[in-house]
């Protein structure tokens, strides 16, 4: 009986571990393929993105609606969505990846670390593996995330046709601003 | 055996952990909009379902062409040509306006559209958009006969129209477009003043960004004079960057709602007078040009 209860308590401080989730709704990604030579600025932001970060593992997720990106230009966001990430098809940009140097980040205590993360990120029904170098601010229970890469377009099956190659680059550059809460 | 079970048990959490991160945020619940199910809020000549973004700018320029089958002599039809040019703007992504001036008759041309359901899926669904449009016309040319006693609502015409369209998938979108069009005075006792049509239209995408479109509107017999004809017109819409080009045939010369519905005057194919086949198809195209006038506050 007393080894039933102590598996109980066992269980449960294990399950307690385990949630060590933190996560955001409102997560703001922004896009910016705007090419040198352009004469317009070609970038589009979401406040909507998803992430879950499980700061024992250093697992983490994030999930992006195509449609919540919004451009300057009306015309710019309809040919994004159609032409180019074709959203109807493929509606969520997503990455699963791994904090890879978690020694060095204690999530669990306040201060400012360097996180590498590697990953899985699925854009327009195309898989690659993608390393990112971000910044993970812990300040009163809460996560800041501030992180930035690149994706080459063509990499995803997006190709830029060269009628705009001067106006947007192969090469998108994604900036990510977020700040995780503890999931209860 | 009951330490295999507890070795299980004490491995749960670890599976639970394993799993999608992002399944513990849940499903989201969003509506998804239809959108672009024409590249343009015209089709051809009409309207489609589309409205322009709020705080947008279109500039149109609109050409029509004489007849095709007058041949080299007038480059097909290139010499005889009306112009339209105008301005639609966006106040919400729902409601717009436009007005703009045309060549032919010197008709000036005003509206109004809103969009009072939009299709959509998701939390909501509604299968079909559909679209309010008020247009008036005012015909600005000098009165045939100066000794009628001419007021200026004469000049006036008027349209009343839904738009009921659906986007099916991501290439084929229709639609289909009841109207009314009023005229204050008609050429001759045949022409009613309301005029009840039925349009419908089509836009069959080819590529990311090349569209056909089709539009053709029916009159039921006994209200226009039996020598006009119903409009139908083809067209390819392309688009480029900022810029959309509509090129298109049609037999209607006019790019007005009355003048297109109720004075078109040459089919597609009809016999001449000596018997031999003729074709009243014109060669005519818009450009839309769009501007940002106001940057949409969700970036601010």
Known sequence: MKKIVLLFVVLAATTTLSAQNYFTRDGKVKLDATSSTSPEKIEALTKTASCVLDISTGKIQWAVLLKSFKFEQALMEEHFNENYVESNKFPKATFAGQITNLSEVNLAKDGAYNAVVTGKMTLHGVTKDITANGALNVSGGKIRVNAGFSLMLPDYGINIPSLVSDKVTKDARILIDATLEPMK | ?300
């Not at chain 2, 149109?60 to 112009?83: C, E, M, N, W």
């Not at chain 2, 009628?148 to 229709?174: A, V």
């Not at chain 2, 017999?221 to 017109?233: C, E, M, R």
């Open chain 2, 1 to 300: 055996m009951t330490k295999k079970y507890l070795l299980l048990l004490l491995l749960f959490p670890t599976f639970l952990q394993a799993q999608d991160l992002l399944a513990l945020l849940g499903e989201e619940k969003t509506v998804e909009y239809a959108t672009a199910s024409f590249k343009t809020n015209r089709v051809i000549n009409g309207h489609s379902i589309e409205n322009t973004a709020a705080g947008v700018l279109d500039f149109k320029i609109s050409h029509r062409f004489s007849p095709v089958r007058q041949g080299l002599y007038d480059i097909f039809g290139l010499d005889g040509a009306t112009i339209r040019f105008g301005l639609d703007y966006g106040i919400t992504n729902r409601l717009m306006i436009g007005a703009g001036r045309n060549s032919r008759e010197k008709i000036y041309d005003g509206f109004v559209k809103y969009k009072i359901l939009r299709q959509c899926s998701g939390t909501k669904n509604i299968p079909v958009t559909i679209t309010y449009l008020a247009d008036a016309q005012i015909k600005s040319v000098k009165f045939a006969d100066p000794s009628r006693d001419n007021k200026f609502t004469d000049r006036l015409y008027y349209t009343h129209q839904l738009l009921i369209g659906r986007k099916f998938g991501d290439r084929l979108s229709l639609q289909l477009m009841p109207t009314l069009v009023h005229r204050n005075l008609t050429e001759s006792p045949e022409d009613k003043n309301d005029v009840y049509a039925m349009g419908v239209a089509g836009r069959f995408k080819l590529s990311k960004r090349v569209a056909f479109n089709a539009e053709y509107y029916y009159v039921p017999d006994g209200q226009i004079a039996t020598s006009y004809v119903n409009s139908l017109s083809l067209g390819l819409d392309i688009e480029t960057g900022g810029h959309v080009f509509q090129l298109h045939f049609t037999n209607s010369p006019d790019m007005t709602y009355k003048g297109f519905i109720t004075e078109t005057q040459e089919q597609w194919f009809f016999q001449g007078n000596d018997g031999r086949l003729m074709s009243g198809i014109r060669f005519g195209f818009n450009v839309s040009r769009v501007f940002t006038v106001v940057k949409p506050k969700e970036l601010k």
